[in-house]
Structure formats: structure tokens, C-alpha cells
């Protein structure tokens, strides 16, 4: 058990961190409400009335936001690589060339298909 003290501590610190944050905030910030504060935020253009359920959003979307998270995990596969890299030798340097290739056509193939524009 006490292995687990300092981060049992550490997440204690966190959520005390936090708590004060909020309690700090609204018991300190400004209350000065008016009808502009009120409505929903959309980077200054008059909200349009959306249709029960909230609009359709394009696949385009979703597939540009698939994107950013596959290449994202890409990274945060080379990063342990990196750290062992000595230590893995030629074999740790052929695995992560194919895994590179790999991903490398997975990016020439979306580009060609027009994945990366933003119409």
C-alpha cells in the first residue's frame, strides 16, 4: 500500500484542485447577467433555429476527425519506440519502418481520395 501513497496523494491534490477552482470561481466572478450572456455561444453569428434533435453533420466530419485521432495514436506509438530504440536493435528499426509504411499508404490513399481538403 505504500507504493500507491503518492499517487492516492496526488489525486487527492487533484480533485481538492479542482473543487476550489469552481467554488473559488463562482463565489468571486462577476454576476452581471443579461440576455446576451444567456444565449448559446456560436463565434458571434445569430444562433438559426435547428430542428428537434440537432442538425445533420456532413461524414465529411466525422471521417476528418477519424484522421487526427489515427495519426494521433501514430505518435503515441513512436514515443515508447524512441525510449527503446537501442535497446531493440535492427528489429525494433524494421518493425517500426513497416509500421511507418503502413500508415505512410493509409496517408497517400486519403489524400488521393480528397480526405485532407476542407470543402
Known amino acids: ?15 481538492a484542485f479542482g473543487v476550489i477552482s469552481l467554488v473559488a470561481g463562482a463565489l468571486t466572478g462577476p454576476k ?4 446576451a450572456k444567456l444565449e ?3 463565434c458571434g453569428i445569430e444562433p438559426t433555429p435547428q ?10 466530419y466525422y ?5 487526427f485521432i489515427i495519426f494521433d ?9 524512441a525510449v527503446y530504440f537501442d535497446s531493440l536493435g535492427i ?6 519502418a513497416l509500421f511507418i509504411l503502413t500508415v505512410f499508404v493509409a496517408y497517400a490513399y486519403i489524400w ?3 480526405g485532407l481538403e476542407w470543402d
Open 1 to 15: 500500500m505504500n507504493l500507491y501513497a503518492p499517487i492516492l496523494v496526488l489525486g487527492g491534490i487533484a480533485a
Open 63 to 67: 471521417l476528418t476527425a477519424m484522421l
Open 73 to 81: 495514436i501514430e505518435i503515441v506509438f513512436l514515443y515508447p519506440w
Open 91 to 96: 528489429f525494433g528499426l524494421v518493425e517500426m
Open 32 to 35: 452581471r447577467y443579461n440576455r
Open 40 to 42: 448559446a455561444y456560436e
Open 51 to 60: 430542428p428537434m434533435g440537432g442538425g445533420r453533420f456532413p461524414v465529411k
Open 112 to 114: 488521393r481520395r480528397g
